[in-house]
């Protein structure tokens, strides 16, 4: 990455963009809403099960002006962007949401929570993932807490994460989709018995969109 580009990404001018698209939010809360999509390169968190790997190096995608992002989104004509990744908080991503606010665009992330947050957000997804914790801070701001389920023990990491979120959160477990057949029975049974939680299906999946 070249100096001045790391300076511009410092200052949220410029960021690492894996792809955008505009298509339906596939998971959680928001399940079936249109939103323009940003993927953002770069991720140090290393999840086994990982359908994002490519997006971990962040040298290897272009570095493009948070501006010229915010154009395309306009163009879209879409009035909400899910900022994922990779892990987005990586980056700062202040100019970002302030562009997108000033046009009147809500602001969704997906993050693991392990990054200091920035920008301004209408709504926070946060993932813990085990390899690497959130800050504390980002669990009382949380707007969803999904908990991706490939294991048994992974049911104990989403009620350490519910006790730390607010009230008010929304709770979803998602089966991790490379173990969808060999997990999705217990994650029935866990929210049979634990009705607080919903499931999260990765609708996108089966509707072959990205
Ligand atoms: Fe992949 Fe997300 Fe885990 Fe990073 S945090 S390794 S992008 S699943």
């Known amino acids: 990455m070249a100096e001045k580009d790391t300076e511009l990404i410092s200052e949220g001018l410029k960021l690492p963009v894996v792809e955008e698209f505009f298509s339906l939010q596939g998971e959680g809360f928001h399940t079936g809403k249109a939103a323009y999509f940003i993927r953002l390169g770069g991720c140090d968190i290393g999840c086994s099960w990982c359908d994002s790997r490519f997006s971990w190096n962040p040298e290897i995608h272009p570095v493009v002006e948070t501006k010229s992002i915010i154009d395309r989104v306009v163009e879209s004509g879409t009035d909400s962007v899910v900022v994922t990744g990779g892990e987005p908080l990586m980056w700062n991503l202040d100019d970002l949401c302030k562009g997108l606010k000033n046009k009147n665009i809500s602001t969704f992330i997906e993050t693991s929570g392990a990054y200091q947050l ?11 993932k085990q390899n690497m914790p959130p800050i504390a801070d980002i669990c009382k701001v949380a707007d969803e807490l999904k908990v991706i389920i490939s294991n048994k023990s992974d049911f ?3 009620e350490k994460y519910h006790k730390r979120v607010s009230e008010g959160c929304k709770l979803f477990l998602q089966p991790e989709w490379s173990l969808f057949e060999t997990i999705i029975a217990e994650v029935v049974e866990y929210i049979k018995k634990n009705p607080v939680w919903r499931i999260s299906l990765q609708a996108h999946k089966y509707m072959h969109i990205p």
């Open 156 to 158: 104990d990491w989403a």
């Open 118 to 128: 920035t920008g301004i957000w209408d709504w926070i997804c946060l993932s813990p």
